[in-house]
């Protein structure tokens, strides 16, 4: 990392060695770590999203027909400019509470940053944010900074849902169809980007997905009674797959000629550009993941390509899956089919 000189023009990328959400722990360390945590205490029965199974967020029941929802989520920059990195951390981490079907409340900054940062681009850091917590219908109500070499900024949420109509992991069917709201390929571009292998456009287009907010996604599968959905995040498409496999019981089959990229991502792969975090999720899905055949191995990378302020993955009812992208639509929200549900045990496959 490269340390900051306030007199000269910031490029925060250069103050860290990965960003985004390919900065995470991969699941595979985390499974390992976690495992049992939640099963430690009897967990009170209010508590009706937490570690035993993992969701997106916790979920607290408080009254019959409202539970509380909370999340955090920070990472290093892995943009240069201050105003989308503030964007894009405070969608990312908004994104889990859209994520359990839910509405923002308020949210609360995390903070680290070197003592000689520039005041100006702090400042941009945290107007971007509290400008995402406006868009997301709630309010940038404080937080907590201290100081730290390599930059990292995110938010605490709190939002609100009704408890009987959260969307939970455990919610696919047998039967549904996965439908996706954003293309793949972020982690591929910011680390070409990282190579001088990414070209403005197509990072720019990157730059504008991760800084939109999966609200509107959210709010058209609330109307549809769509129980089963996720977020899609730094575990890749096959992570956060498996983790909605496991928890609904059921096997997600995806179709990798149907997934959708960004701009440059499967040109990157194909070229052998891959993060470190996408060497994790490899680890963790493999012992459930089943490629057939044929599947480019390009195809492979980008569905195993860690995402930052990715697209909701839900599992729809067939027979309500051109009402709800008909409705996506509508709202400006793309969505692909992407795959399917099918009876088996607790898997992902890759045809």
């Known amino acids: 990392m490269t340390a900051v000189d306030p007199a000269s023009p910031i490029r925060l990328t250069k103050l860290t060695d990965c960003g985004g959400c390919a900065a995470k722990l991969g699941a595979d360390l985390l499974a390992e770590a976690l495992a049992g945590l939640g099963a430690r205490e009897p967990a009170p029965r209010e508590l009706i999203a937490g570690l035993e199974p993992p969701d997106d967020a916790a979920a607290y029941v408080v009254s019959p027909d409202l539970a509380v929802i909370g999340t955090l989520d920070f990472f290093p920059p892995l943009v240069d400019d201050p105003v989308a990195y503030g964007e894009i951390a405070a969608a990312n981490a908004l994104s889990d509470v859209f994520a359990m079907g839910g509405r923002v409340l308020f949210a609360l900054s995390i903070a680290a940053f070197p003592e000689a940062f520039p005041k100006e681009a702090l400042a941009a850091v945290f107007e971007a944010a509290a400008s995402k917590v406006r868009e997301a219908g709630g309010i940038l109500a404080g937080g907590h900074t201290i100081r730290d070499p390599e930059p990292k900024y995110g938010l605490a949420v709190i939002g609100a849902a009704h408890p009987d109509r959260l969307f939970r992991k455990g919610g696919a069917r047998p039967g549904d169809v996965l439908l996706l709201t954003k293309r793949l390929g972020t982690g591929l571009l910011v680390s070409g980007r990282r190579q001088a292998r990414t070209s ?14 999966n609200r509107a996604a959210s709010e058209v599968f609330g109307r549809h009674g769509i129980l089963g959905a996720t977020d899609v995040t730094g575990f890749g498409l096959l992570g956060h797959g498996l983790e909605m496999a496991r928890a609904s019981g059921a096997r997600l089959v995806f179709d990798a000629a149907a997934l959708p990229a960004l701009d440059g991502a499967v040109e ?20 459930a993941l089943t490629v057939a055949t044929g ?55 890759l045809t």
């Not at 009812?317 to 509508?330: E, I, M, N, T, Y």
């Open 268 to 287: 990157l792969a194909r070229a052998g550009i891959e993060t470190g975090g996408a060497g994790h999720n490899r680890r963790f899905t493999a012992p």
């Open 295 to 349: 599947v480019a191995p390009e195809l492979v990378a980008l569905a195993h390509d860690p995402q930052t302020s990715g697209g909701l993955l839900a599992a729809i009812p067939a027979a309500d899956a051109s009402a709800v992208q008909a409705d996506l639509r509508a709202g400006g929200v793309p969505s692909w089919r992407i795959g399917r549900v099918e009876a088996g045990d607790p898997a992902v496959t």
């Open 200 to 213: 403005d456009a197509d990072l720019d287009g990157a730059i504008e997905q991760m800084r939109t907010l």
